[in-house]
Structures are given as C-alpha cells and as structure tokens.
C-alpha cells in the first residue's frame, strides 16, 4: 500500500512554537513499521516557519511574508535535523523534499516531481515534503500543505491520504463552540458534506484548518483515494487507520476517477481567466458530454492564451466546469454570443474542448 501522511504545525508544536521532539519521534516510529510492512510512504509535515519563529525567540507569529519566508529558512532546517535523528533510529533516511507552486503549475514540473519522488522510494527513503516557503513566489504558500498533500496522493498513486490534525474529524459543527457537535465517522463520495464550508484556521501556528482539509478530501476523492482526518495524538493513528480502524473521518474514493490531467486543470494548474456562460450552455457543459461552445458565452475576464487554464461561470457566479482554452481572450470576446456560422474563417469553433474539461 502506498500512504501519503501530512502532519501540520499544530500537531508539531506546542503553544509557543516549539517542535515536539516526542511527537515527531512517534510519527517516525509508526511509519518505520509500517515499512516493515511493505508499505510505501511519503510525510507532508509542515512546522517549518514555527520552528523558525522559536528559534529567534519571537513572541508571535508575524504576518507579511518577507518574515515568514525568512523564518521557513530558519526552521526548515530545524525541523529537517529532528526528522534524520529520528528516523535513523529506524535505520531509515528521510529525504528533504521542498516544492514550489510552480512544480504543481507548470506540466513538466508536475511529472518530474514524480519521478523524483518515485526514484526516492525505490531507494528505500522516507520522502519529508514541505512547501519551500523560502523562495515561494507572490504568497508563503501554495495553498496550505493539506493541498500539497492531496496533490502527491494523486500523483504517486496513493491508496489512502491521511491528514493527522488537532481535532478528531468532521464534525457536524464547531465543537469549540456548539456542545451538541458530533463526530461525522464516513463521507460517501457523493455525500452533500464533500462540499460544505467550513471553518478556515484552526490554530493561530497553521496555516489551514478545517476548510483546507476537506478540499483536500475532495481532491482524493476525485482521485479514487480514501482520505482520513485524524487527531495525531490518537495512540499508533497511522496504524490504525491502515489496518482498517474506525478512527475520525473517512472520506470514501469516488468511482469518477480523473486522470492526470484532468486533475492537474482541476487543482493544479493556474486559472489565468473566466467565462461567463448562459443556462444553456452551463448544461450543456455540466452534462459532461459537450465542448463549451460560443455561442453559449456572455462575458470573458482575464488575459488568456491558448492552452491557458480558464474557469466555466454560471450567471450566478458558480464555478462549473474548469478547462484548457482552444482560444484566447481576444478570439474569445469576438465570438462571444456568436453562432459557429457566424464566426471569422480561421476561428476555432469551440471555446474549450470537451476532452479538456472538468466538471466541478
């Protein structure tokens, strides 16, 4: 079996930042045996920029990004320096393996991070991903690792997806704040919860939270992956949840299976623009069988080129459909509302080809 486990920072840390030397030692034991079961596994584990902020000696976390990237180096390493120590007591060597936004949005990036990360396991090492929040352009990060995570779940082929949190699971409200809160054990792929809204930061340590979590799910659902939320301080978590136990929540893996690519558009990829469709054509699109076709457009947003990642709107603004564009934004605000007779010879007929397009 092959397991993606992410581990965030408020797992890591404790109320001031610092790593727990104990927590980390125990997640590495428990991926230890279960190589000895002949499972593969990769760790997402965030902490880094924590770390950093308890090594200087700073009183809070600080908010703009210069300092947070700077911090990320100064805790990567860190971090890094507890992980070898600890798994080498396993006899493993963990492999520090950094991403940028850019390994997930550019094509080429996506497929050698794969074949990196599989050569890092045939070699027997235990990948440790982190976000290189360092160098990350625009933001500190891509996302949140929850996201990064999900994404290596689909790119390696993983059997399950499991993110270990504060919290035990889903539940049916905030906890912190509603008493009469339970537990939502299972999440059927199409169950209405795969697409519930909630709470955006756990943690003032983190950097995800509930919200992030659940889009995570999405992804390894989408992707045919079981997906598990978790509390981290749950005894031998990692290995319950392989052998099957009830443990938090289990988002199921839906039999929609998307392919790389499709995939890659979905969740990956930089949206550079939108087009806004009318009913018609958002059915006809939502139907999964029809490319998106001028006519059917009332608007187009953004500064597009061909092959660029466009999103299908709906007049009530909803995200249906997301795709490569056949044509770019200038072609498509000439054609908009136009009928393929109607269109300048040489025009592509369609805006975004079925083939290249998700629906969401």
Same mark, same amino acid.
């Given at each position: 079996? #092959? &397991?993606?486990?992410? &581990?965030?920072?408020?797992?890591?840390?404790?109320?001031?930042?610092?790593?727990? #030397?104990?927590?980390?030692?125990?997640?590495? /034991?428990?991926?230890?045996?279960?190589?000895?079961?002949?499972?593969?596994?990769? +760790?997402?584990?965030?902490?880094?920029?924590?770390?950093?902020?308890?090594?200087?000696?700073?009183s809070a976390r600080p908010t703009?990004?210069?300092?947070?990237?700077?911090?990320?180096?100064? @805790?990567?390493? /860190? +971090?890094?320096?507890?992980?070898?120590?600890?798994?080498?007591?396993?006899?493993?060597?963990?492999?520090?393996?950094?991403? =940028?936004?850019?390994?997930?949005?550019?094509?080429?990036?996506?497929?050698?991070?794969?074949?990196?990360?599989?050569?890092?396991?045939?070699? @027997?090492?235990?990948?440790?991903?982190?976000?290189?929040?360092?160098?990350?352009?625009?933001?500190? /990060?891509?996302?949140?690792?929850?996201?990064?995570?999900?994404?290596?779940?689909?790119?390696?082929?993983?059997?399950?997806?499991?993110?270990?949190?504060d919290i035990e699971g889903l539940?049916?409200?905030?906890?912190?704040?509603?008493?009469?809160?339970?537990?939502?054990?299972?999440?059927?792929?199409?169950?209405?919860?795969?697409?519930?809204?909630?709470?955006?930061? @756990?943690?003032?340590?983190?950097? *995800?939270?509930?919200?992030?979590?659940?889009?995570?799910?999405?992804?390894?659902?989408?992707s045919g992956i079981r997906a598990?939320?978790?509390?981290?301080?749950?005894?031998?978590?990692?290995?319950?949840?392989?052998?099957?136990?009830?443990? @938090?929540?289990?988002?199921?893996?839906?039999?929609?299976?998307?392919?790389?690519?499709?995939?890659?558009?979905?969740?990956?990829?930089?949206?550079?623009?939108?087009?806004?469709?009318?009913?018609?054509?958002?059915?006809?699109?939502?139907? *999964?069988?029809?490319?998106?076709?001028?006519?059917?457009?009332?608007?187009?947003?953004?500064?597009?080129?061909?092959?660029?990642?466009?999103?299908?709107?709906?007049?009530?603004?909803?995200?249906?459909?997301?795709?490569?564009? =056949?044509?770019?934004?200038?072609?498509?605000?000439?054609?908009?509302? #136009? /009928?393929?007779?109607?269109?300048?010879?040489?025009?592509?007929?369609?805006?975004?080809?079925?083939?290249?397009? =998700?629906?969401?």
């Amino acid at each position: 079996m #092959r &397991i993606i486990a992410k &581990i965030g920072t408020s797992s890591l840390t404790d109320s001031l930042g610092v790593i727990d #030397r104990a927590v980390i030692a125990n997640i590495c /034991r428990q991926i230890a045996q279960l190589r000895q079961a002949g499972h593969d596994v990769v +760790l997402v584990s965030s902490g880094a920029v924590s770390a950093g902020v308890s090594a200087l000696g700073l009183s809070a976390r600080p908010t703009d990004v210069r300092t947070l990237q700077a911090l990320s180096a100064a @805790g990567q390493s /860190r +971090l890094m320096e507890v992980y070898n120590a600890e798994f080498a007591h396993h006899s493993l060597v963990a492999a520090q393996v950094l991403l =940028v936004p850019h390994d997930f949005m550019d094509r080429q990036q996506y497929l050698h991070a794969r074949e990196t990360l599989e050569c890092l396991l045939e070699l @027997g090492c235990v990948p440790v991903v982190n976000e290189n929040d360092a160098i990350a352009n625009d933001e500190i /990060r891509f996302g949140d690792n929850d996201h990064i995570a999900a994404l290596l779940s689909h790119l390696l082929k993983a059997d399950v997806l499991v993110l270990l949190t504060d919290i035990e699971g889903l539940y049916t409200a905030d906890p912190r704040h509603d008493p009469s809160a339970t537990l939502v054990s299972d999440v059927a792929a199409g169950d209405p919860l795969m697409a519930v809204s909630a709470g955006a930061t @756990g943690s003032n340590r983190g950097s *995800g939270g509930m919200a992030s979590k659940l889009s995570a799910a999405r992804i390894a659902s989408w992707s045919g992956i079981r997906a598990v939320i978790a509390r981290a301080p749950v005894p031998d978590v990692l290995l319950g949840v392989i052998s099957g136990q009830s443990i @938090g929540t289990t988002f199921h893996g839906a039999d929609r299976h998307l392919s790389s690519r499709q995939l890659w558009l979905a969740f990956a990829s930089e949206i550079a623009g939108r087009v806004t469709v009318d009913d018609g054509a958002a059915r006809a699109v939502a139907g *999964g069988t029809s490319s998106l076709l001028p006519a059917g457009v009332r608007s187009v947003e953004g500064d597009f080129e061909v092959g660029d990642t466009i999103d299908v709107v709906t007049l009530d603004g909803r995200v249906v459909a997301r795709g490569s564009a =056949v044509m770019n934004s200038a072609q498509a605000r000439v054609a908009a509302g #136009r /009928r393929t007779s109607e269109l300048d010879d040489g025009s592509p007929s369609v805006v975004v080809h079925r083939d290249a397009l =998700v629906i969401l």
